[in-house]
């Protein structure tokens, strides 16, 4: 067997023990008594007995070896800032913000909401919290009110924690009339809210209620705020999903198994040690953010890169120049964010010197062929798709890199992770599939890993319901994914379970349909969708972003590019999956973090109500789609 393979099997087979021992990769203050409780299913308690904290581990355990050392990284290439933090430096503005939220009466266990932009005063908020006790709630800065009042209704944030305003490509989005709309729609009212003045929009304070960041800061210089030690299933944050099928979903996470998981993550499968950097290019607002901007980096005692604006400006060399900088090793992007920068000037890639840089990670949404390859041919270095959820807080299907090098296989994540027991099932027979090939939902047996979700915020109807009960008479956590695995084990995920479109009685992923059409040369993005038809049940649409429009320029060119197109899917696929149009967009309506939504082109496709578009980043792509279908 090879190195990963035992390592893997030893994680489930010798369970308690492959954890005590990722167990002691953090500082605990009192050690744990059990490792894994799952007397409750689908309830995992991870650690029972031992106290820890996340900003202790994050922060302070560093000083004593790297205390004069970058710990964040701040660079916003909106305004022109930037700012190194070491350890010492974060452990005091860190402790100078839990002075803050104590004077203005949060306790643990109260919910704090942050709704900030990318500024190094949200990291510190986060930490500060996690010192105390209190919950955070991050909520993506590019909301608006609607979206921010129903997380503010399920929250119940003692304090709101905000900031002027936000920046991207030179614009400025003022936050506070946001906010002050979004707590007017919410019948929940915070008792104070918090805001950090950047100068870059004018704020009207209410007297009583809202506090500056930088008069209060004053009252607190130097204070020391000692880490409250919290039992390893206190909740340390919520957040929520991306909203791709429906209703985001407040995930609730514990503090020992997610300290431990991260630890545990950045040792053995992003192979990042102290004293290097990590730059993940997300937002805080998201799962990564929290995970691989905040926590993972610091626990394991790296810089984090925290970056304020758009991969091509000024240019696109912003980040490779960060590279060079910061000497960053290891990477963490999105596919989207290689598509974009894959249609600029690729010269930008060879003006610095990439020579730290061991791996770039990338996730969120499926990695296609091309783009993979192009960033792995101008980098090279290994690029690294993995393959997790808002819900597991850390990846379910990658290589671990710090384990074994393993090669990765272009269009799959990888293998499953340590402590992961992923199975494919039959969707409605809940038959393990085990087969070479054959084609299932993607599911967890409990006990879920350290890190994982400990059930729907306030919720736990919600989180059976929804997650452990899809698959009939079968006690499994449904990713509503659908996957396949080859002859070596590697998973391949073809698409959402709600993403299959049957035409004529052939079911088919909208993925595999997309795969093909994206290896067409002039192809950018596609999204692809299964609309009602009345001969054959449904059928597929495609929208294409082209790459190259020059020559687009009339109908005659624009039918002959989709009969192209259409013809490249007959060959590949078969004449089944061949879709009824291929129509051309400018964008494709995506969630902010990226991701396509499908349902909403759907929806317009079938001439409904597109839904619940509180995510949706440009209402104008959708908008387009329509435009087309009147056509
Ligand atoms: P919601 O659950 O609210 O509909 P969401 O599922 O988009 O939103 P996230 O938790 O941000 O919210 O996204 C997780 C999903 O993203 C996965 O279930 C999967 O569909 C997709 N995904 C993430 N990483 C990858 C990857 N590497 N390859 C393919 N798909 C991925
Ligand atoms: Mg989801």
């Known amino acids: 067997m090879t190195a990963y393979a035992d390592f893997y099997r030893r994680s489930l087979d010798d ?138 209704e399920d929250a119940q944030p003692r304090l709101i924690v905000s900031a002027d305003a936000g920046s991207r490509a030179g614009k400025v989005l003022a936050y506070k009339p946001l906010l002050d709309e979004a707590i007017r729609l919410s019948s929940h009212k915070p008792e104070a809210v918090l805001m950090v003045n950047r100068g870059l929009a004018p704020m009207t304070m209410q007297p009583g209620r809202d506090h500056g960041w930088t008069g209060l800061g004053e009252q607190h210089r130097g204070a020391q705020v000692p880490c409250e030690w919290l039992d390893a299933g206190d909740i340390s944050y919520t957040i929520y999903t991306s909203g791709t099928t429906g209703r985001p979903k407040g995930v609730q996470r514990d503090t020992g198994g997610y300290a431990v998981a991260l630890a545990a993550s950045m040792k053995h499968i992003f192979a990042g040690n102290a004293g290097e950097t990590y730059f993940s290019t997300s937002d805080i607002g998201w799962v990564v953010g929290h995970s691989y901007i905040v926590y993972g980096p610091l626990i394991a005692g790296m810089a984090t890169i925290m970056y304020e604006g758009l991969p091509i400006r000024p240019d696109a060399g912003i980040w490779w120049s960060l590279v060079e900088k910061y000497k960053v090793t290891v990477m963490f992007s999105a596919p989207t ?82 402590g992961y027991n992923v199975k494919l099932l039959h969707e409605s027979t809940g038959e393990e599939l085990t087969g070479a090939n054959e084609k299932g939902v993607v599911v967890i047996e ?35 994914d659908w996957g396949i695995r080859d002859e070596d084990g590697y998973f391949y995920i073809l698409g959402r379970t ?59 060119a624009l039918l002959r590019l989709e009969g192209d197109i259409m013809k490249q899917v007959d060959g590949q696929l078969g004449a089944v999956a061949r879709p009824a149009r291929v129509r051309f967009v400018s964008a494709l309506p995506k969630t902010r973090s990226g991701k396509l939504l499908r349902r909403a082109i759907q929806a317009v496709c079938e001439g409904r109500d597109a839904g619940d578009l509180t995510t949706i980043e440009d209402p104008s792509a959708l908008q387009q789609i329509r435009d087309l279908l009147a056509k």
């Open 337 to 418: 964010a290689v598509r974009v920068l894959r249609k600029q000037d690729p010269a930008f890639l060879k003006k610095y010197d990439l020579s730290s840089l061991r791996a770039l990670f990338l996730a969120g949404e499926p990695l296609d062929e091309p783009t993979g390859r192009w960033i792995s041919d101008s980098l090279g270095v290994p690029i690294i798709d993995n393959y997790w959820q808002t819900e597991s807080g850390w990846p379910i299907l990658t290589v671990a890199n710090g384990v074994e090098k393993m090669p990765s296989k272009f269009g799959s994540p990888g293998v499953p992770m340590y």
């Open 15 to 152: 369970r308690d023990a492959f954890w005590a021992e990722q167990a002691r990769l953090i500082d605990w203050q009192t050690p744990p008594q059990a490792v894994c409780d799952w007397s409750q299913p689908p309830f995992a308690r991870w650690f029972s007995g031992g106290t820890t904290n996340l900003c202790h581990n994050a922060v302070d355990r560093h000083l004593k070896d790297r205390a004069d050392q970058p710990a964040l990284i701040y660079v916003s290439s909106e305004t022109g800032e930037e700012k190194v933090y070491t350890f010492r430096e974060l452990h005091s503005e860190v402790q100078r913000a839990a002075a803050m939220l104590k004077a203005l009466g949060v306790r643990k266990g109260d919910r704090v909401l942050v709704y900030m932009p990318m500024i190094a005063e949200a990291a510190f908020t986060m930490l500060a919290c996690a010192r105390i006790g209190a919950v955070h709630s991050v909520v993506f800065g590019g909301f608006a009110s609607v979206s921010l009042a129903s997380r503010i």
């Open 498 to 556: 709600d993403d299959v479109i049957n035409v004529a009685g052939h079911r088919l992923g909208t993925r595999e349909i997309e795969e093909s059409i994206s290896s067409h040369p002039n192809v950018a993005e596609v999204a692809v969708v299964g609309v009602a038809d009345a001969l054959k049940g449904q059928v597929a649409m495609a929208f294409v972003v082209a790459r190259d429009t020059t020559a687009l320029t009339d109908d005659a």
């Open 446 to 480: 409990g006990p879920t890993p350290p890190g994982f979700m400990q059930t729907v915020w306030r919720d736990d109807e919600r989180f059976v319901n929804t997650y452990w009960k899809s698959i009939p008479g079968k006690l499994v956590y449904s990713t509503f």
